[in-house]
T-cell receptor, first 115, second 116 residues
Framework: EAGVTQFPSHSVIEKGQTVTLRCDPI?????LYWYRRVMGKEIKFLLH????????ESGMPNNRFLAERTGGTYSTLKVQPAELEDSGVYFC?????????????FGPGTRLTVL | AQSVAQPEDQVNVAEGNPLTVKCTYS??????LFWYVQYPNRGLQFLLK??????LVKGSYGFEAEFNKSQTSFHLKKPSALVSDSALYFC??????????????FGGGTRLMVKP
């Protein structure tokens, strides 16, 4: 069974540009999460989809970040315009059932560098 | 609010010796606790979790963790370390009651270095 995949693995852009990250969850997983780790700090939650609906977007830092999951399959996270402080590793995770006991399975992450 | 502390940025251990990576947590209700490992240039890999029941949880690659409610800890252990265990380890917590939704709250990570 294929795991969570993310594209691209690395992205280097200049401040003010736009970047779109993609996540493909494990097949059959309705729950999809985005997290990020900035500057070697803690991994922080961004948002949670259940199918195509945003269940919780309390961790989204500001309106420069837009996440979508059209059709309830893959998800994209767009940063527009990117700022220097957006640099970090963006992780996607998916889980089957949801709920507190559910295990989230993570992808390899996308390393974003904003110059 | 829920939080996790990993008090050691790095743990050094010799191959063959036992290892412990420490984690303490804070939640408003009962916790669900997780350990993940990140190998170089790889994503986060699930190791084990505590949901309920036996306080000693066994996971992948010979790792285990002990839930201690009175000390609010969930330390990761392995009886005999391997060089290949060298990686970054993350402890995470979720509130049983779902007071913070389904989000995981992570500690800052502990780098484990196992030397031959």
């Amino acid at each position: 069974e294929a795991g969570v995949t993310q594209f691209p693995s690395h992205s280097v852009i200049e401040k003010g540009q736009t970047v779109t990250l993609r996540c493909d969850p494990i097949s059959g997983h309705d729950n999809l999460y985005w997290y990020r780790r900035v500057m070697g700090k803690e991994i922080k939650f961004l948002l949670h989809f259940v199918k195509e609906s945003k269940q919780d977007e309390s961790g989204m830092p500001n309106n420069r970040f837009l996440a979508e999951r059209t059709g309830g399959t893959y998800s994209t996270l767009k940063v527009q315009p990117a700022e220097l402080e957006d640099s970090g590793v963006y992780f996607c995770a998916s889980s089957q059932v949801g709920g507190s006991a559910d295990t989230q399975y993570f992808g390899p992450g996308t390393r974003l560098t904003v110059l | 609010a829920q939080s996790v502390a990993q008090p050691e940025d790095q743990v050094n251990v010799a191959e063959g010796n036992p290892l412990t990576v420490k984690c303490t947590y804070s939640v408003s209700g009962n916790p669900y606790l997780f350990w993940y490992v990140q190998y170089p240039n790889r994503g986060l890999q699930f190791l084990l979790k505590y949901i309920t029941g036996d306080n000693l949880v066994k996971g992948s690659y010979g790792f285990e963790a002990e839930f201690n409610k009175s000390q609010t800890s969930f330390h990761l252990k392995k009886p005999s370390a391997l060089v290949s265990d060298s990686a970054l380890y993350f402890c995470a917590v979720r509130d049983f009651a779902g007071n913070a939704g389904n989000m995981l709250t992570f500690g800052g990570g502990t780098r484990l270095m196992v030397k031959p």
